[in-house]
């Protein structure tokens, strides 16, 4: 057994040969690949796919009072209105504080404040190709209005830390990639 290493907790140890590859689907938000890979050991497993996205960014936005930055919108998938921190994809150029930083004021109207970095995580390893980029910025303040996506429709609300996690206790967070952010805030800022 190796012992443990956080320098190595993400590594290319076992990488898989991909013998070929095809596209099956491609659209501006979503492509589709079919690939053959080969594992470490020579298997060879002819039906793997993967699902291609651009790169995502979230936010925890928290302002100069305390209240969370939080929105309200319905999610088609599950069929359900959801409370979500404000989020986006990162557009070709951007860095992933300069797409965070545009979504929060695109969607809410909030910026400004202190900003960093707070986790990178992927929705879904296994098939997908992305990475979610977290943020934590704390002292924001309304700054402009809304400027929506003409296919976005969704509302802000201001809510206090202890409703955020009440929220999450109650399993009322549905996005994994915007519940696991909020998770390790509370986890490092107990109430």
């Given at each position: 057994?190796?012992?443990?290493?956080?320098?190595?907790?993400?590594?290319e140890d076992g990488k898989w040969e991909t013998v070929s590859?095809?596209?099956?689907?491609?659209?501006?938000?979503?492509?589709?690949?079919?690939?053959?890979?080969?594992?470490?050991?020579?298997?060879?497993?002819?039906?793997?796919?993967?699902?291609?996205?651009?790169?995502?960014?979230?936010?925890?936005?928290?302002?100069?009072?305390?209240?969370?930055?939080?929105?309200?919108?319905?999610?088609?998938?599950?069929?359900?209105?959801?409370?979500?921190?404000?989020?986006?994809?990162?557009?070709?150029?951007?860095?992933?504080?300069?797409?965070?930083?545009?979504?929060?004021?695109?969607?809410?109207?909030?910026?400004?404040?202190?900003?960093?970095?707070?986790?990178?995580?992927?929705?879904?390893?296994?098939?997908?190709?992305?990475?979610?980029?977290?943020?934590?910025?704390?002292?924001?303040?309304?700054?402009?209005?809304?400027?929506?996506d003409s296919t976005e429709d969704l509302s802000v609300c201001?809510?206090?830390?202890?409703?955020?996690?009440?929220?999450?206790?109650?399993?009322?967070?549905?996005?994994?990639?915007?519940?696991?952010?909020?998770?390790?805030?509370?986890?490092?800022?107990?109430?």
């Amino acid at each position: 057994m190796k012992e443990f290493d956080i320098e190595k907790a993400i590594s290319e140890d076992g990488k898989w040969e991909t013998v070929s590859s095809e596209y099956l689907f491609r659209r501006p938000w979503l492509t589709v690949r079919h690939d053959s890979v080969r594992l470490p050991d020579g298997r060879i497993n002819p039906e793997f796919y993967v699902l291609e996205y651009p790169d995502w960014i979230n936010v925890i936005a928290i302002t100069e009072d305390g209240r969370f930055v939080m929105e309200k919108q319905f999610r088609y998938g599950l069929g359900k209105t959801c409370y979500e921190i404000p989020a986006g994809v990162m557009e070709k150029g951007e860095t992933p504080l300069e797409a965070a930083q545009r979504e929060l004021a695109e969607e809410t109207g909030f910026g400004g404040g202190e900003w960093k970095e707070w986790m990178v995580v992927s929705g879904n390893p296994s098939t997908t190709n992305n990475l979610t980029h977290s943020f934590l910025a704390t002292g924001v303040k309304k700054i402009a209005g809304q400027h929506l996506d003409s296919t976005e429709d969704l509302s802000v609300c201001l809510l206090a830390a202890d409703e955020v996690r009440q929220l999450l206790v109650s399993d009322k967070i549905r996005q994994a990639l915007m519940a696991a952010p909020l998770w390790k805030y509370f986890a490092l800022n107990s109430l």
